[in-house]
């Protein structure tokens, strides 16, 4: 495996505080004044609540210029009259209808489809703590990364919340795959990711529409693809503000199962043939 790592010293300030010089420079080499440089994809199902303040949240947060894509499957949906209703005072929110069938993955698709960002993001409505990564993530994007993940497992990342259930198949799960099949990421299966959007038609997604399956398979194809992948860690917090988890334990599973074996196997494969580059900011280990 070659790692290429962004060594911080101790007592240094935070990635962050070099952020913004790398960030505008990209910004101006990539983007316009007149063009988002960055397009937030935010998938939705009845999510009025949650919605509302993130929207808040990333508007008070970013500056880098850029567009919110809200994605809903039915336009009876409840989160509807929320997105009008902040389109008010916030033009860069912009609602989408997935007409490519239900499910995270067809509204990914949707979603990409109209983005007009260099960069794309994926986001939960319901998860408002993983917005403080977001400039760490550009500026990976910024530093040469195709694909960059968020991680819950490693580098004081958390995961708080949610289902009891979920959460430890998930923590399971990603250290074994991380250990048996050699994917250098160590939280395959978190939804949140950020990529140059030519890269996303070297994806070829194929997950059936079940949950944020589709974020794995993500994680296993940008890597046999040969993308420059990147990992911040994230304190992630499910849920807070209400709404309705759709984890259904029978088909979660079942469907996360084959794309573990799927990817095992092929990135060991693929191993042999070349070794992935990752980059992080401020890691003082490498993964193992």
């Known amino acids: ?7 911080q010293p101790a007592g240094a300030p935070t990635a962050t505080t070099f952020l913004r010089p790398a960030l505008q420079h990209a910004v101006s080499e990539e983007g316009s004044s007149a063009a988002p440089y960055l397009s937030i994809l935010l998938p939705v199902r009845d999510e009025g609540v949650n919605l509302r303040i993130m929207l808040r ?3 008070a947060v970013l500056d880098v210029p850029h567009e919110v894509l809200v994605v809903y499957d039915d336009p009876a949906d409840k989160t509807v009259p929320v997105i009008q209703e902040m389109q008010r005072s916030s033009p860069n929110i912009r609602r989408v209808l997935n007409t490519m069938g239900r499910g995270v993955i067809n509204a990914i698709r949707s979603g990409v489809a109209v983005a007009e960002g260099k960069v794309v993001l994926i986001f939960a409505a319901d998860e408002v703590g993983p917005v403080l990564a977001i400039e760490d993530m550009l500026e990976l994007i910024s530093r040469g990364c195709d694909f960059v993940s968020c991680t819950r497992y490693a580098y004081g990342g958390r995961r708080l919340g949610g289902s009891l259930v979920g ?22 299966t978190t939804g949140i990711k950020m990529f140059r959007r030519e ?21 296993i194809k940008a890597q046999l693809a040969g993308m420059t992948l990147g990992e911040v860690p994230i304190i ?5 503000y209400g709404g309705k988890s759709t984890f259904r334990l ?9 794309w573990f074996l799927w990817g095992t196997q092929r990135l060991r494969a693929a191993a042999k043939l070349h070794a992935p580059v990752v980059k992080r900011l401020g890691q003082s280990r490498p993964i193992r």
């Open 1 to 7: 495996m070659s790692l290429e790592l962004e060594e």
């Open 236 to 240: 992630s917090i499910d849920r807070l």
């Open 199 to 219: 890269a996303f038609a070297q994806l070829h997604l194929e997950a059936r529409p079940i949950g944020w399956a589709v974020a794995f398979e993500m994680s």
């Open 167 to 188: 959460g430890l198949l998930s923590v399971l799960a990603n250290k074994a795959f991380h250990a048996i099949s050699g994917c250098v990421l160590s939280d395959a």
């Open 250 to 258: 029978g088909p979660w599973v079942y469907e996360y199962l084959w």
């Open 57 to 59: 949240v990333l508007r």
